[in-house]
Nanobody, 120 residues
Framework: QVQLVESGGGLVQAGGSLRLSCAAS????????MGWYRQAPGKQRELVAA???????NYADSVKGRFTISRDNAKNTMYLQMNSLKPEDTAVYYC??????????????WGQGTQVTVSS
């Protein structure tokens, strides 16, 4: 069984910073690409940033230059450093991971989400 647990969300003023973490645990044979998604009220879930196991990254245009995604493969943990936060960044942030649990079984897993609220 695999779990993804996010932490680090909260309330911050516009212009402030937060750092999200996503820790994967359980029977992990290999941890492939990971990503951060967010969903604001009344909107569809959208990709914020993603990172491969080798460290290649991509970002949504709306967060480029403000957010940085990283991972620590030894700890099976992914991070999202969010700077210069804007009210429009307010959303529930979810982590997602492509995980191989046995040599022949692979699946996408989601965390439970963490709320980020940016006040103006």
């Amino acid at each position: 069984q695999v779990q993804l647990v996010e932490s680090g969300g909260g309330l911050v003023q516009a212009g402030g910073s937060l750092r999200l973490s996503c820790a994967a645990s359980g029977s992990i044979f290999r941890l492939n690409a990971m990503g951060w998604y967010r969903q604001a009220p009344g909107k569809q879930r959208e990709l914020v940033a993603a990172i491969t196991s080798g460290g290649s990254t991509n970002y949504a245009d709306s967060v480029k230059g403000r957010f940085t995604i990283s991972r620590d493969n030894a700890k099976n943990t992914m991070y999202l450093q969010m700077n210069s936060l804007k009210p429009e960044d307010t959303a529930v942030y979810y982590c997602n991971a492509d995980i191989v649990t046995t040599p022949t079984y692979r699946n996408l897993y989601w965390g439970q989400g963490t709320q980020v609220t940016v006040s103006s």
